[in-house]
Structures are given as structure tokens and as C-alpha cells.
């Protein structure tokens, strides 16, 4: 896993999380959507040999996991996004501290680096979104 720091998180969200065996959970509410959201990193899972991670969401609308990141970065004022990359695709989780989410998988990695005026609509948002990983990934 790449550059995870849960000291990072925490102070990128101001909440301490709750702490277990081999996941840290941090619990964010929107007192003006009254939104919540649950923010899960589990580290150090083992699965068919090898040691894993997996970050899940548990929102008012739904449940999201994204295994295995590599990554993962702040995009300021209030977003935290978790990557999972190989060479030809991007997985992707945004959390953000007013308790949203957005999950993109399975984007082929060419999508962020077309010309968006080329692009059928349907692709837009997420071509849009995830631009700007092309000058941060490998």
C-alpha cells in the first residue's frame, strides 16, 4: 500500500477514528445534510497468501469497498481518494468530509488522457473526474 498514513487522516478530517484489530474507522455526519458517512481501512488481510488492504464506505445510501489501493492522496479543501491502478485501469473511491462518495472502477487507464470534445457523454464524468490522476499516476 502506498503512502497510507492514518495520522494523515485524521488530521485531513479533524475526528480520531476508532481503532480495531487491523481497520481504523473514522465516522463523519453532515449536521445540514444530516448525512453520515463510515470511512474503513483495513491493512494487513491475508488472502490467498498475500497481504491485503481494503477501504469501504458505509453511507445513509449505500456501501462501497475498494480493495487493494496504491495509492492515495488529499485533493484540498475536502476530499480524500483512495486508487487502485495497474497499467491499463483505474479504480477509484472519492470521500469527501461533507459525507459523499464516489466510486469509479474497471476505467481504462487511456479514458484520462483523451480529449474530452472526442468523447461520447456518458464517459464525461468520469474522463472529467479522474483527469486528475494522469499527472500523479505511474
Known amino acids: 500500500m502506498n503512502?497510507?498514513?492514518?495520522?494523515?487522516?485524521?488530521?485531513?478530517?479533524?475526528?480520531?477514528?476508532?481503532?480495531?484489530?487491523?481497520?481504523?474507522t473514522w465516522k463523519l455526519y453532515d449536521s445540514e445534510t444530516r448525512n453520515f458517512l463510515f470511512l474503513s481501512v483495513y491493512s494487513n488481510l491475508k488472502f490467498k497468501g498475500s497481504e491485503?488492504?481494503?477501504?469501504?464506505?458505509?453511507?445513509n445510501f449505500g456501501y462501497?469497498?475498494?480493495?487493494?489501493?496504491?495509492?492515495?492522496?488529499?485533493?484540498?479543501?475536502?476530499?480524500?481518494v483512495f486508487v487502485h491502478h495497474d497499467s491499463e485501469k483505474i479504480n477509484c473511491m472519492i470521500v469527501g468530509k461533507n459525507c459523499t462518495c464516489s466510486l469509479y472502477s474497471n476505467i481504462d487507464r487511456n479514458l484520462v488522457r483523451s480529449n474530452i470534445a472526442e468523447l461520447e457523454p456518458a464517459f464525461l464524468l468520469s474522463a472529467l473526474q479522474l483527469a486528475l490522476l494522469e499527472d500523479i499516476l505511474p
Open 52 to 59: 491485503n488492504n481494503l477501504v469501504s464506505v458505509q453511507t
Open 64 to 80: 462501497f469497498e475498494l480493495h487493494n489501493f496504491n495509492l492515495l492522496f488529499f485533493l484540498e479543501p475536502n476530499e480524500i
Open 3 to 24: 503512502n497510507f498514513n492514518p495520522e494523515e487522516i485524521t488530521k485531513f478530517l479533524e475526528i480520531n477514528p476508532e481503532v480495531s484489530e487491523n481497520s481504523l
